[in-house]
């Protein structure tokens, strides 16, 4: 199997992949005690080997998170989840060990199925993650179910094979500090922050006209492309992934009678109001708990996609800065060179529509000081003026 089966392209799945994944993930146990083994067996050099200063990239999805992880893999020492790592990723050493000697052919770099502008390859990093918190956490994708895990959550098998993951990805990377995009952590900042106490959060925001007419955008594009290729579907689902298509399923942030409405208005086909009113669930939620968790809010950075496009090179110094990475001079122009305002789709919404977003958004937004000047801390704790 040649490394480029590690990532698909538009919405076709490799059969072979497809079967390896659903191999992967429908036996979360047998995958687990094998990574354990592989925990094991790399006893002395992970000894060494210490998680800090985790950074997680979490926001709601189309909010520039996959920006940000592309924009951070560009500098030293940063270790992330690349496509390559699918479908065995509870064993990333050993996985990566094998593609490094599988004969290599030539991979052009190929624009993803969001259509975004966005080309990747089996190299590329990406969130793979997911698939590790669903070995143990079976409910996490049901929106029937609070998906919050707070500063509460104990679970001490997951916990222990979470830290040696991430030692073995930095092991296998050669790195330093581990970077996370995963959009679902969203629910879970308290809880990786009581793992994690020296973690960094970069939560991205934007501006919910632009951000519903995105999600719109993508779950057409993500219908689409599953009617003519259905194995797509089972693919996300192996994956941890559903934001968008046939089996999208909203984020439940402890509200079950928001996801109640959610879901149907997106039933009725409503998808304005069902992505204003989903917008706004999940950004009260973040700025509820930045408000309440000063610890939470000292680790967070609210990055505003408007405000990366328009000064990309003053912001990602911020975030680098936050985080507490190095910034050496060429890649921070290099990597604020790729930031823009998108230019392939435009918001074409009705006034009437544009209503019902504002009417959803108005107050989560303005907490997260969209649409003004950055704001200081006191605006997330509900000072709003």
């Known amino acids: 199997m040649g490394r480029e ?19 992967a993930s429908g036996h979360p146990r047998f995958w687990t005690r094998l990574g354990n083994w592989e925990t094991r067996l790399l006893q002395e050099p992970l000894a060494d080997v210490v998680v800090e200063r985790p950074v997680y990239i979490a926001g709601l999805a189309r909010s520039g998170s996959t920006l940000l992880l592309e924009l951070l893999n560009a500098f030293p020492g940063v270790a992330t989840h690349r496509y390559r790592d699918f479908p065995f990723l ?4 050993l996985w990566n060990r094998f593609l490094d000697r599988v004969p290599r052919r030539d991979t052009r ?12 390859t089996p190299e590329s990093p990406e969130a793979f993650e997911e698939m590790v918190w669903m070995a143990f956490f079976p409910l996490l994708h049901d929106p029937a179910s609070s998906d919050i895990l707070d500063g509460s959550t104990s679970h001490p098998g997951f916990e222990s094979f979470y830290r040696d993951h ?6 296998a990377r050669s790195g330093d500090r ?26 991205p925001v934007r501006d919910p006209v632009w951000h519903v007419a995105s999600l719109m955008k993508q779950q057409r594009l993500f219908r689409e492309g599953q009617r003519e290729n259905p194995r797509a579907v089972g693919h996300l689902r192996q994956v941890g992934h559903f934001e968008f298509g046939a089996d999208r399923r909203p984020i439940n942030a402890g509200n079950r009678e928001a996801v109640e409405e959610i879901e149907t208005l997106w039933k009725e086909g409503k998808e304005v109001a069902g992505w204003a009113r989903y917008w706004a669930e999940i950004h009260t939620f ?7 968790n000063a610890a939470l809010r000292e680790a967070s950075l609210v990055v505003r996609y408007e405000e990366l496009c328009a000064a990309p090179a003053e ?9 507490g990475l190095p910034a050496p001079e060429g890649p921070l122009a290099k990597a604020a060179e790729r930031v823009q305002f998108p230019t392939y789709y435009q ?12 009417s959803h958004t108005a107050g989560p937004a303005a907490r997260l000081g969209l649409g003004r000047q950055a704001q200081s801390a006191d605006l997330l704790a509900g000072n709003t003026g």
Do not use: M, Q
Request: a positive charge.
């Open 5 to 23: 089966t590690a990532v698909h392209t538009g919405f076709e799945v490799d059969p072979w992949l497809h079967v390896l994944g659903r191999w």
């Open 90 to 93: 509870h064993i990333p050493y």
């Open 109 to 120: 770099p190929r624009e993803r199925s969001h259509r975004d502008g966005i080309t990747i």
């Open 166 to 171: 991430i030692r073995k990805l930095l092991l």
């Open 178 to 203: 581990y970077v996370s995009k995963a959009n679902y952590n969203v629910t879970r900042l308290e809880y990786l922050l009581r793992l994690f106490a020296d973690a960094r959060f970069l939560i």
């Open 286 to 292: 973040l700025a509820d708990r930045l408000a309440a």
């Open 315 to 323: 912001v990602l110094d911020r975030i680098l800065d936050h985080c």
């Open 347 to 358: 918001p074409g919404f009705s006034d009437g529509e544009l209503e019902i977003i504002r």
